[in-house]
């Protein structure tokens, strides 16, 4: 990426056209507005987020249909209720969630996105597990999950409907996952690993979580992928990394961009991008 940069939130579904945007940057850390648009080989900058930065928002859409939603505005924990709409150059502002939250857990288009969970304001700063719809203008209440979590993953490229949580803390951090199938959630297979603060990517049949923060406080390179049915370990990240984003259209095609690589204090944030793509050999007699 072309700054180092941790807590930013990914949208575009597919690897090829993938954005970045906000988080925090490094020299400071401050929060920053900048955005990156990646097409397969390289980044370009794109259209600067409205605010002066955002620290842990969530994104959804594709790349010139894309909004992100909540995130802290500035070097305080607070998260937001602010949604900004982006075309592919710049961002118009979009309609306020009922709740400010950061760390939420996104997927769908931005006609009809959906946000669950993440971390409300305080103290006590308390993990939410209130969910909206979005229709492009406005949020709607809808089923909350079962218990509030916070900075998990979640199946991005899903739609509306039919999408995956997991990992996160709920309370600590946790290795579950539950299914949402347009109405209910249900139990899912475990991930497995356990880990907070991961990238992660795809759809409810096929998804990708990499990374994270794993007990205790030490930095993760692990990977696990989904098939609908269980969860199956991945290659490694070459950069083990926590608060950091992700994006593909499958767990079997997603990328990783940026997070801190250092479990202590100060962070150390990375520019590294990691594309992942996992393929079978089938042999025939």
Partial sequence: MPTKTAYNTSFGQAVPTTVSAGGMSSPGPAPTSAVFEFNGSGWASGGTLPSSGKESPRGFGTLTAGAIAGGSPGASPAGSTTTSEYD?????????????????????TQTAGFLTGGRGNGPPFPKESASYTY???????????????????SSSSSPQTSALVFNGQNPSSTNDTIEWDGSSWTTAPNVSFTATQVASGGTATAALSAGGDTPPGAMGSASSKYDGTSWTAGASLATARRSTTGQGATGTSSMVMGGDTN???PPQYTT?????NFSTNTVTA
């Fill in 272 to 276: 590294a991008a990691e594309e992942y």
């Fill in 263 to 265: 479990s202590g204090s």
């Fill in 135 to 153: 229709n492009g203008t406005s949020w709607t209440g809808s089923t909350a999950m079962p218990a509030g979590r916070q900075f998990g993953g």
């Fill in 88 to 108: 592919g150059s710049s961002w118009t502002a979009g309609g306020a969630l009922p709740t400010a939250v950061q760390g939420a857990h996104t997927w769908g």
